[in-house]
Each structure stands twice: as structure tokens, then as C-alpha cells.
């Protein structure tokens, strides 16, 4: 007996090259069986996907869902079907100072999974909104690896990463400094970092040649002066360098790190994000971003393809995080899965300069399973 089967989807798992019509069987919250035909009446819960596309649980790796904790967070529960996402990887909401408020209050009474990228900054992203912004990261008091590296291994089960979010808006006056003081707790955890970088200084010139493999770079199709294009509008050879010792590049839409010109170039110029993820917050999640699935939208209709944005959600993001148990619908897989419908038509997409594009195709969530439990969006926007 099967606690859920999904009939008739079209089983789209790109990770492990399978696109074929085929009915999934879940059981204790593991993917269990695939195949042709399996009954309903072996199932508590049988749902008809016909016509459908069905995706592993897509992984947003950008997002800030501590909420109530920080300024930013949203409520993962209630964009969970909205961005057709099972799992939400915070990046840097909390720090060693609040982690323990995060768990309990939020993470322990989610029913969606949250994992977390480790702010850095001990108080975590405390003060930004429309009309204040303190960079964490701006007073160097606040950047203790010792307490970093406490707080990780009491978390280790949640806590995949390191984060800080570097710049002259992050960090201040601080420099390069709180990307030194990240690494080092990060080499001490043997975890991977996730670098946010806005505007110089520091420079690009200094952040890139001291990622690491496994670490990532997020909005990294952001605008000058941070953008990753040489003057010539091609991809700069240390980008190029970084890629080929194995650093990420993540997207993290949000309010201001998606520019269409920059994807177009980058796009064309053979240079596909690794990881597309939504950065959603309270600032964004209105526009532009909106959600995960919206952020994917943008970029079918930038010319990536259906294959490679899903991979970017799924596959990608699990390798980033060490997940290998997430991010695939193999068997004895965590029993997550998205189920989405591919809708042609206009649609209206805006970066985060506000440039506009109409696009002709965009994705829908029309239910998740999440730990083999079936959810359906019933208030599904189908446009």
C-alpha cells in the first residue's frame, strides 16, 4: 500500500535524464515505486496528473523566510505553492545570536522544509526594509567566527552553509574583512559560503578569487558595477576561471539583482546561472521576484530551456547544499515533488531596474507532495 500515487504526469526529472509518462508511488515520505501503470486502490491517496508536468521538489537556494525574526522573512507556508518550492534554503537571515529563534518559532513548525545558509553577522539581517537599511555587516563587533562555528555545530542538521553579504550597502566601511572572517569559520566546519556582493568596495576583483569550490555566488546577473561582464559585454576570465574550480553561480533575484540585459548577454554568451533562485523577501515577493516559479519563467523566456531551468532548481541546488537525497525522483528519494503546467500566452516579466519583457510562456503550480503528503493549489492563478 502507497500513502500517494500521482497517475499519468509526465515525470520530468532532468537530473537523471527521464521524461516519460509514468504513474509515482510514495511511501514513508520516500519516493517508492515508478511505473506504467500502478492501480489507485494501492494507494490511500491517488491523484490524476494527466497532462501534467512532474518535477522533483523544486530547491529555492536564495530566500529570507525567517518571519517575525528579521524585517525581511516571509512566511514559506504561504509561498510554497505560490513558487511550487518544497524546500527553501535561507540565505543569512539568522545569525549565531538568533539561530535558536528561527528553529523553534519557524523552521520546527513549518511544513515545508527550510534549510539555512549561517549569517556571518551574529545578529543575522536585522535592520532592512523599504526605508531603513543597516548592513549587518557594517560593524565588524558583530563578526565572531568562534561564535559562528558554535552555532553550526549545534545546527549542523540544518545548517548547510555560511553567508555574508558583503559591499558598501552590507558591509559598511568593513571591506573584504567579513568575507575572511566567513571563510575561516566556514574551512573550520568544512562547509560551503554563499557570498552576496552589491556595490565596491570591496570589488569584484577581490571577492572572486577567494571562492572556494562549493561556494557560491549569488546575483551574479546583477547590474554594473558588480556585473560579471567585461566592458567588451562578454563573460571576465576570472568568472570564467572561478566556474572551472567549481564555484556556483546563483541568480537571487530579489528586489535588485536580476537585469535582463546582463541574463540576455550572459545567456548568449554560453554563460547559464548554475542555480536559479528567487532571493524572496518581504520587499519582493510584490515584485519583482514574486516567487520562485516566476523567477523561472523569466528565464524560459530569456531562451534557456525547460531542461535547464528545472535542473537549476532541482539538481543543481541539491549538489550545493549536499543534499543528494533531495533534488531527484529516484527511488528511495526524499518524496518531494512539484507538479507544474507549462501555460502559453502573454505574460509581462520585469527585472529589478524595472526594464519590461513579454514573454510567451510561463510556469504554474498546480500541487506539491512534500514528505509524500499531497497538497493542491486551489487557488492556483492560471492566468
Request: glycine share 12%; hydrophobic share 40%.
Amino acid at each position: 500500500m502507497f500513502d500517494l500515487v500521482l497517475k499519468g504526469g509526465r515525470l520530468f526529472d532532468p537530473g537523471r535524464n527521464v521524461d516519460t509518462v509514468a504513474d509515482i508511488g510514495f511511501r514513508n515520505g520516500r519516493v517508492a515505486a515508478i511505473d506504467a501503470n500502478i492501480p489507485a486502490d494501492a494507494a490511500r491517496d491517488a491523484q490524476d496528473v494527466t497532462g501534467l508536468i512532474v518535477t522533483p521538489g523544486l530547491i529555492d537556494l536564495h530566500t529570507h523566510v525567517y518571519w517575525g525574526g528579521t524585517s525581511l522573512g516571509v512566511d514559506a507556508d504561504e509561498m510554497a505553492l505560490r513558487g511550487g518550492t518544497t524546500t527553501f534554503v535561507d540565505a543569512g537571515s539568522a545569525g549565531a545570536g538568533n539561530f535558536k529563534g528561527f528553529r523553534r518559532h519557524v523552521i520546527e513548525r513549518s511544513k515545508s522544509r527550510i534549510l539555512c545558509y549561517l549569517n556571518i553577522s551574529y545578529a543575522g539581517i536585522y535592520g532592512f526594509s523599504k526605508n531603513v537599511m543597516v548592513g549587518e555587516c557594517g560593524d565588524i563587533r558583530l563578526l565572531d567566527a568562534r561564535e559562528a562555528v558554535a552555532c553550526g555545530r549545534e545546527h549542523s542538521d540544518l545548517i548547510v552553509g555560511m553567508k555574508a553579504r558583503i559591499g558598501r550597502i552590507a558591509g559598511g566601511t568593513s571591506g573584504i574583512a567579513p568575507l575572511d572572517i566567513m571563510l575561516e569559520a566556514a574551512d573550520r566546519l568544512q562547509l560551503p559560503c554563499m557570498t552576496h556582493l552589491d556595490y565596491p568596495p570591496p570589488g569584484r576583483s577581490e571577492v572572486i578569487p577567494r571562492l572556494r569550490k562549493g561556494d557560491v555566488l549569488t546575483h551574479c546577473y546583477k547590474t554594473f558595477p558588480n556585473d560579471i561582464r567585461g566592458g567588451d559585454g562578454h563573460v571576465r576570465a576570472e568568472i570564467k576561471q572561478a566556474r572551472e574550480r567549481g564555484v556556483w553561480f546563483d541568480i537571487g533575484h530579489g528586489m535588485g539583482s536580476l537585469d535582463f540585459e546582463v541574463a540576455e548577454a550572459m545567456i548568449a554568451d554560453g554563460f547559464l546561472p548554475d542555480t536559479i533562485s528567487s532571493d524572496v523577501h518581504a520587499l519582493c515577493i510584490d515584485g519583482p521576484a514574486f516567487d520562485l516559479l516566476r523567477t523561472l519563467s523569466k528565464f524560459l523566456c530569456l531562451g534557456m530551456t525547460l531542461e535547464q531551468v528545472i535542473t537549476a532548481a532541482t539538481t543543481t541546488p541539491a549538489r550545493a547544499i549536499d543534499r543528494s537525497d533531495l533534488g531527484s525522483l529516484a527511488i528511495g528519494a526524499v518524496g518531494d515533488a512539484t507538479v507544474l503546467t507549462e501555460r502559453q500566452g502573454s505574460f509581462d516579466y520585469m527585472d529589478s531596474l524595472g526594464r519590461s519583457m513579454t514573454g510567451d510562456r510561463r510556469l504554474f503550480c498546480r500541487g506539491l507532495v512534500r514528505g509524500g503528503e499531497w497538497t493542491e493549489n486551489e487557488e492556483q492563478d492560471l492566468g
